[in-house]
């Protein structure tokens, strides 16, 4: 069947078949929206997106070849109209995060129900974000109306070198023996640390990490 002007036009990127089959089953059902094809990782995905793009990417957020996360920012870069919808089955608010800053629209879980995907697909075609309501609960009150009002997560403006940096800090590590891990002077480290306290807004490093961990942004021991 061809697709009409009203159809709102889905790819989905998944490595497995029975999850990219339901969903498309699902979404076979509701004339207003329409399948355009199926990817099983991050390179044919990318290899697909040459010649087509969807208005909409279902994503899997554990892929082979190249991970959801990796994928979102690319895809972002490349296509930047392009909405995308993480589908997963991790809880961890970590994931959320990545995700979300990667430039994701919205994050579902793979266990919610047939509606709820299909009001995170209707969310994130307005122009929304979504979060599952499976998540919604586990987080702070003002960190989920930052991202359904589109506001930036303190996460989104730290440099790679500051995200460094900020999980050797939860590991503990002083600064000096970060300079020599990163291969930086321990004045160049405390700058960082000082952005950081700056950019979340901390009074010292016992809060920072207290906040990081609490909100996901870095797991211990990962």
Request: aromatic letters at 6%.
């Amino acid at each position: 069947m061809a697709t009409t002007r009203s159809q709102y036009t889905i790819l989905l990127a998944d490595d497995h078949a029975l999850i990219r089959h339901g969903i498309r089953n699902l979404i076979s059902n509701n004339p207003a929206l329409k399948v355009i094809g199926e990817v099983s990782d991050g390179e044919e995905l990318l290899e697909f997106l040459k010649t087509t793009q969807p208005e909409l990417l279902i994503l899997d957020i554990s892929m082979p070849k190249l991970t959801g996360i990796e994928a979102v920012s690319r895809v972002k870069k490349l296509y930047p109209d392009i909405k995308i919808l993480m589908l997963t089955m991790h809880k961890n608010k970590q994931y959320f995060y990545h995700a979300m800053s990667a430039g994701a629209d919205g994050y579902l879980m793979k266990e919610d129900s047939d509606e709820e995907l299909l009001l995170a697909i209707k969310r994130v075609q307005d122009g929304k974000s979504y979060l599952s309501p499976f998540l919604s609960q586990d987080f702070a009150d003002d960190v989920i109306s930052a991202y359904r009002n589109n506001k930036s997560s303190p996460f989104e403006t730290l440099t790679s070198r500051e995200r460094e940096v900020l999980n050797l800090v939860v590991e503990g590590h002083t600064s000096k023996v970060m300079a020599t891990m990163l291969c930086l002077s321990p004045r160049t480290i405390d700058h960082h640390r000082a952005n950081l306290l700056r950019k979340f807004d901390m009074k010292n490093s016992v809060d920072l990490v207290n906040f990081a961990v609490r909100n996901g942004f870095v797991t211990p021991g990962d």
